[in-house]
């Protein structure tokens, strides 16, 4: 009896916080997608109570235009800043795994340390560059004839996408070296008999053997574009471009803390986590259907 006890007893306080940090807020979030809150009175003053609202608020967030200009906007995002960071990643991983790299661990921790950086710190440490007068970037280059406004409605998405990806490629780069140092040294002493170079060991042993920390750092990108939060925040203030509904995660937040709309934000987040699983999931069955014709 101890012994099938004991697990569960040393588990019990992980579960316990697991069930009420993340079970239960996921149900409630749900229930109340489907609730409305009715007001009476002039302004509300003579109370409120919540009905059934079926499907009129999934149906709402969709009708939304700025919400699927949101959704829109995050899936252009994520084509280019996850396709960037991903490539990125893997250079640097198979450079600083190289034979011939030299003080790799320095380099590793060099390229993670923006990863420790709070989100929050990272956007306004690169507000100083991206705004006109305090930026010798911008300055720089109106010497040479060029203006730029990092913050204006055209320029402020890939703004951020800079910084998400000086975030976070060295984060996906060590999932990667992990999964390189995984790799048998017998597979590279077999590639060294057979004469085989450098390029030829990336493209038919590394990058064959490291898919899956590649598909994984690809399900994290796209789970983190949808939920793309702390940046635009922090930017909307410095530039016209971001209103309070830019990303789907700002407009969630701007229903529920602005609104005071607790049915639609909750019908938006249950919609977001969909997407995200979709997305996941279709990414998932491309790299597995690839795998299997390779």
Do not use: C, H
């Not at 960071?85 to 380099?107: C, D, K, N, Y």
């Not at 006109?132 to 300055?139: A, F």
């Not at 925040?233 to 995660?249: A, D, R």
């Not at 969909?274 to 997305?279: C, T």
Request: charged share 10%; net charge neutral.
């Amino acid at each position: 009896m101890r012994s099938k006890s004991a697990p569960w007893v040393l588990m019990a306080p992980f579960l316990l916080l697991f069930l009420f940090t993340m079970v239960l807020p996921i149900i409630i979030a749900i229930v109340q997608s489907f609730l409305t809150v009715q007001r009476t009175g002039l302004v509300g003053e003579d109370g409120a109570v919540s009905r059934f609202a079926g499907l009129e608020n999934y149906l709402a967030a969709l009708t939304n235009q700025n919400f699927t200009d949101s959704i829109l906007r995050m899936l252009a995002f994520g084509v280019v800043q996850v396709t960037v960071m991903i490539v990125a990643s893997t250079i640097l991983a198979l450079l600083l795994e190289s034979a011939s790299a030299r003080w790799p661990g320095l380099f590793r921790a060099a390229y993670f340390l923006p990863y420790g950086i709070p989100g929050v710190i990272a956007t306004i440490l690169w507000s100083f560059l991206y705004v006109p007068g305090l930026s010798p970037i911008v300055d720089a280059l109106g010497w040479v004839g060029i203006d730029v406004d990092f913050l204006g409605p055209n320029m402020v998405l890939w703004s951020i996408a800079n910084i998400v990806t000086w975030t976070y490629t060295g984060y996906n780069m060590l999932i990667i070296i992990a999964q390189l140092k995984a790799i048998p040294a017998d597979l590279y002493e077999a590639a060294k008999i057979d004469g085989a170079g450098p390029l030829r060991v990336v493209t038919s042993i590394q990058l064959p053997l490291i898919r899956p920390a590649l598909m994984l750092t690809i399900i994290f990108s796209i789970i983190g574009t949808l939920q793309l939060f702390a940046e635009p925040q922090v930017l909307s203030s410095m530039s016209s471009g971001i209103n309070s509904e830019y990303t789907p995660n700002l407009s969630a937040y701007a229903y529920a803390f602005q609104y005071n709309d607790l049915g639609m934000a909750s019908a938006e987040a249950v919609i977001i986590a969909l997407a995200a699983f979709i997305l996941s999931a279709a990414a998932l069955g491309i790299s597995n259907r690839l795998g299997r014709k390779s």
